[in-house]
């Protein structure tokens, strides 16, 4: 009984606000503990059609971890006298190497062979014989004749080799110039390619209303991929619930359940994308060149 006194008088010898925060401090210890004994903790039951939808789509997934796995930027014969800070440091150049060739054509000077270029550059034996292949010198340097040659009758007989443009750059007059291709497919197209920045895949054309197979085949012979710059890509696992609905795959559901998924599962990887409710599992191969991991 006095301890109980005690205990009740040294409460009260407290402050007002002591005495309020010791009893919230109670108060939150019941809270947890019910919450604790009452709420179910339950992990998430997978629907068996989406389990189906996943293991359907699992050979497109591999393909496409296949394919991330195994990239490597191609390379385009080049002149070597005109590399740039840029593309040399991509080739593999150390800055060194870089600047004495810059120095050397601010003479203006040019190296008109791989022997010449590692001559000046001074790079390595592995890197030369790496990227010497790529080389591209003018024709009167590989045949060792003067710059002035006579004029050379043309046969204008022979049928000229069609002229692959990219699709990227094309202009409503280049697209209309496809037979099947009007006025109003040729805007559609341009619009497509507006919503995206870029075509990223000529694949993108059948998704085009209005274009018939014939017509997206002599697209394909016409044009192809070449700049893809512009391209709108986004983060999946950065990106907000709001980017992600703006992003022309998604909408506001979708992108709502890939923050949900994130959240509850860590950073989203290419393999997981069919796991997530609602995701377009067939057009998985076009959307995953514009997203990034």
Do not use: C
């Not at 018939?212 to 893809?228: D, G, H």
Request: charged content about 25%; proline content about 3%; overall charge positive.
């Amino acid at each position: 009984m006095e301890n109980n006194t005690s205990i009740g008088k040294s409460f009260l010898s407290y402050t007002k606000s002591q005495r309020i925060g010791i009893l919230l401090f109670f108060a939150i210890i019941i809270s947890l503990q019910l919450v604790y004994f009452f709420y179910h903790f339950e992990t998430p039951v997978i629907d068996e059609k989406e389990k189906e939808n996943w293991l359907s789509n699992q050979s497109s997934v591999d393909s496409l971890k296949v394919a991330y796995t195994n990239y490597q930027p191609k390379i385009y014969p080049f002149n070597p006298n005109f590399i740039t800070d840029f593309k040399g440091y991509k080739l593999g150049m150390k800055v060194e190497e870089i600047d004495r060739l810059l120095a050397f054509r601010k003479e203006n000077n040019y190296v008109n062979s791989a022997e010449e270029f590692q001559a000046v550059t001074k790079v390595s034996d592995s890197l030369l014989n790496a990227i010497s292949p790529y080389f591209k010198f003018p024709d009167w340097v590989k045949n060792k004749k003067s710059i002035y040659q006579p004029y050379e009758k043309k046969d204008f007989s022979k049928k000229e080799k069609i002229v692959v443009l990219d699709i990227n750059t094309a202009s409503k007059e280049d697209l209309m110039k496809i037979y099947g291709i009007g006025d109003k497919i040729s805007d559609r197209i341009l619009n497509e390619k507006e919503k995206y920045g870029a075509f990223l895949s000529m694949e993108q054309m059948q998704e085009i209303w209005g274009l018939q197979p014939e017509v997206i085949e002599k697209l394909n012979a016409s044009f192809e991929i070449k700049s893809t710059t512009n391209a709108k890509r986004i983060n999946i696992n950065t990106a907000s619930v709001k980017e992600l609905s703006q992003f022309p795959f998604f909408r506001y559901q979708l992108a709502h359940d890939i923050v949900k998924y994130r959240s509850m599962n860590g950073d989203i990887k290419i393999e997981d994308l069919t796991k997530i409710k609602g995701f377009p599992a067939d057009k998985l191969k076009i959307i995953a060149l514009y997203l990034e991991f």
